[in-house]
């Protein structure tokens, strides 16, 4: 009959780790030992509403015309970024950028290393 089901319990109803484990577990102790948290990005991060923006003279160009809030996000590692972007912006950087953009050799590593081409025929190109 459609619609109607007949119930069966399931058999992990009720399933806490921290009950299967014992506290003397290796994998348990680790978290304790070893500190990993120079691996996450150290961030925080804020919200406001357009409420909070109400007076603001530049609230269109930050929100835009149908944002209702507004996400930011403050990076410890912010100066590092800024010089990062300063340098990369710079004139020698975007020069540095398009001759790393315009060389050939990681195709060439690629096709020797992975692809089994031990010789490739480069005639046409100029010596």
Do not use: W
Not at 21 to 33: A, C, G, Q, S
Not at 36 to 54: A, H, N, V
Not at 101 to 109: M, R, W
Request: with cysteine.
């Amino acid at each position: 009959m459609q619609g109607k089901k007949d119930y069966q319990e399931k058999l992990f109803s009720h399933f806490q780790l921290n009950e299967r484990i014992p506290t003397d577990n290796f994998y348990r102790r680790l978290k304790e030992v070893l500190h990993l948290e120079f691996l996450y990005p150290k961030k925080k991060e804020y919200r406001g509403s357009t409420r909070q923006c109400k007076a603001c003279n530049i609230k269109t160009e930050c929100l835009g015309k149908s944002a209702k809030e507004k996400k930011f996000s403050v990076i410890y590692y912010r100066e590092g970024y800024q010089r990062n972007n300063k340098r990369v912006n710079s004139k020698k950087g975007k020069c540095m950028k398009a001759k790393r953009q315009s060389t050939v050799a990681p195709v060439f590593g690629t096709l020797t290393q992975f692809l089994g081409l031990r010789k490739i025929l480069v005639l046409s190109l100029p010596k």
